[in-house]
């Protein structure tokens, strides 16, 4: 753990409840607002044209041709 980083648990360890409440509400909010940002990067990516657009035919490719297997099966969950 980074000094910087300790620092920071040992305050939080140092708040009282109302004001850890806070923080937690806070961080909750903050940690979605993250999670939007990246599924909205994953599903623009994921549009013809692009970045994950390569990979995207490939797979589609090798599920035509028959190189997969249901996830069921690979996670053996039949």
Known sequence: MTRT???IANDVKA???AELDEL??????FEAERMDAWDKT???DSQPGGRLDGLLV???DDIAAG???PL????DHK
């Open 5 to 7: 980083v300790e620092k």
């Open 15 to 17: 708040l009282p409840d």
């Open 24 to 29: 937690l509400s806070w961080l909750a909010d």
């Open 42 to 44: 994953i599903a623009a």
């Open 58 to 60: 490939r797979v589609k």
């Open 67 to 69: 190189k997969t297997k």
């Open 72 to 75: 069921d099966e690979v996670l």
